[in-house]
């Protein structure tokens, strides 16, 4: 096989010809709940996922990128997918591509495809990998229901450098007649969400319109046109996850699904390396006096999220271990969460080729007013900060690739 020589290269040719080769197994997925966005994505897949199978429906998913191990991606279900069979999966399609080009996450995507069709299962719920018009996932014609969460700037090389330009991409996934829920957006993002949906005739269920959460007195309430539900907030830390939660039951509420459906939609979902709060393993004994937390946000509304987060946590001196990718807004990442922060330590994430060198990240802390230095490894940052604060808040963030090293190194 040739791999595609970009990486990251948006069409949908490529997947589109290999699938047809496979017998197109997008064709024949059970009811596929299609997500786009630029924050939320995940954490919002996986409440909808914990409220279906908490009424005992069998659930696929597909998520990029994984943490830890490549085949978190892939959810068969319920479970993922066994390494030994993701392997035979990928083989299957390489081989049927034969030596024409296509990307690593094209030729998973169609594994993943290949994979759904083949297990019974009650729903698909797909992911979007970047943008929505044009990415792998958005060859499924006629999904049950399309989602799009907040949408912000992020990817601007590949998807526009406006949030409107960003949000017609997100709103690629549209379809024909198939209700759309939308997250809170811009002015901007939203206008031109309702008017794909409106050119689609696709319904659209909006955050503020035709649904509304908010938290009141510890507790999630939300509202639509059914009623009004009083459920336990998010057990996903965090107020950004009041409202993927509401997206995740106005969907519930859209399939026709009950209070008890929604509730384990936000007391059940379980995503990693979002406001994860790490217990056990080589990192905490290392540090068993520090309480130590991981994030996998990277752009300025991840910053914009953390830093709400922190800000509603017990005061406590906080150090952050951060690691970032030189693809993103380092800047519009970190002013946020100046306020919140005793110190920044900057680590470069190890294997990763687009890594931003340790150096360059503690700069860009210096410069948005963060106290900053560099630290050899997130090892070595802890070791510092236990020696120092040894009763420091440590949250370790800045990207998925540094949130997923991690959790592999702890276990």
């Known amino acids: 096989?040739?791999?595609?020589?970009?990486?990251?290269?948006?069409?949908?040719?490529?997947?589109?010809?290999?699938?047809?080769?496979?017998?197109?197994?997008?064709?024949r997925?059970?009811?596929?709940?299609h997500i786009a966005g630029t924050n939320g994505k995940g954490s919002t897949q996986a409440m909808i996922r914990a409220g279906l199978e908490a009424a005992g429906d069998r659930v696929h998913a597909y998520t990029s990128p994984h943490l830890a191990r490549f085949h978190e991606r892939i959810r068969l279900a319920g479970d993922l997918i066994s390494e030994p069979a993701l392997t035979a999966l990928l083989d299957e399609c390489?081989?049927?591509?034969?030596?024409?080009?296509?990307?690593?996450?094209?030729?998973?995507?169609?594994?993943?495809?290949?994979?759904?069709?083949?297990?019974?299962?009650?729903?698909?719920?797909?992911e979007v990998g970047l943008g929505g018009r044009l990415d792998a996932t958005n060859v499924v014609a006629d999904p049950r229901l399309t989602i799009i969460t907040p949408v912000s700037l992020d990817h601007q090389a590949f998807l526009g450098d406006t949030v409107a330009a960003i949000a017609g991409e997100k709103?690629?996934?549209?379809?024909?007649?198939?209700?759309?829920?939308?997250?809170?957006?811009?002015?901007?993002?939203?206008?031109?969400?309702?008017?794909?949906?409106?050119?689609?005739?696709?319904a659209v269920l909006a955050f503020g319109q035709h649904w509304h959460v908010s938290e009141d007195r510890g507790r999630l309430i939300f509202q639509d046109e059914s009623g009004l539900l009083d459920l336990p907030l998010?057990?996903?830390?965090g107020p950004h996850q009041i409202q993927n939660a509401g997206a995740a039951i106005a969907a519930l509420r859209a399939l026709g699904r009950d209070e008890a459906a929604c509730e384990a939609a936000v007391t059940r979902a379980v995503w990693p390396a979002r406001m994860q709060r790490l217990r056990h393993g080589p990192l905490v004994d290392a540090a068993p006096s520090v309480e130590l937390w991981l994030d996998g946000g990277h752009n300025p509304?991840?910053?914009?999220?953390?830093?709400?987060?922190?800000?509603?946590?017990?005061?406590?001196?906080?150090h952050l271990i951060c690691g970032m990718l030189?693809?993103?807004?380092?800047?519009?990442?970190?002013?946020?969460?100046?306020?919140?922060?005793?110190?920044?330590?900057?680590?470069?994430?190890?294997?990763?080729?687009?890594?931003?060198?340790?150096?360059?990240?503690?700069d860009a802390?210096?410069?948005?007013?963060?106290?900053?230095?560099?630290?050899?490894?997130?090892?070595?940052?802890?070791?510092?900060?236990?020696?120092?604060?040894?009763?420091a808040r440590v949250l370790i963030c800045g990207s998925l690739y540094l949130a997923g090293t991690v959790l592999r190194e702890n276990g």
């Open 29 to 33: 997925l059970p009811p596929v709940i």
């Open 234 to 237: 998010p057990n996903l830390p």
């Open 326 to 362: 030189n693809t993103k807004d380092v800047t519009g990442y970190m002013q946020p969460l100046a306020p919140h922060v005793t110190r920044l330590h900057a680590v470069t994430i190890p294997g990763e080729k687009n890594t931003l060198p340790a150096e360059v990240t503690r």
């Open 1 to 27: 096989m040739t791999l595609h020589p970009k990486v990251i290269d948006l069409t949908l040719g490529r997947v589109e010809r290999l699938l047809a080769i496979l017998g197109n197994p997008e064709r």
């Open 171 to 202: 709103a690629g996934i549209i379809k024909r007649g198939v209700p759309v829920i939308v997250g809170p957006q811009t002015d901007a993002g939203l206008a031109v969400i309702e008017a794909k949906a409106a050119r689609m005739g696709a």
């Open 365 to 391: 802390a210096r410069a948005a007013g963060i106290d900053a230095a560099t630290a050899p490894s997130v090892a070595d940052a802890l070791a510092t900060i236990a020696a120092h604060a040894p009763e």
């Open 301 to 318: 509304a991840g910053g914009e999220a953390i830093a709400a987060t922190l800000a509603r946590m017990s005061a406590r001196e906080t």
């Open 94 to 126: 390489v081989t049927a591509n034969g030596p024409d080009e296509i990307t690593f996450f094209e030729i998973t995507t169609c594994a993943a495809f290949a994979a759904f069709a083949r297990t019974p299962a009650d729903w698909t719920l797909l």
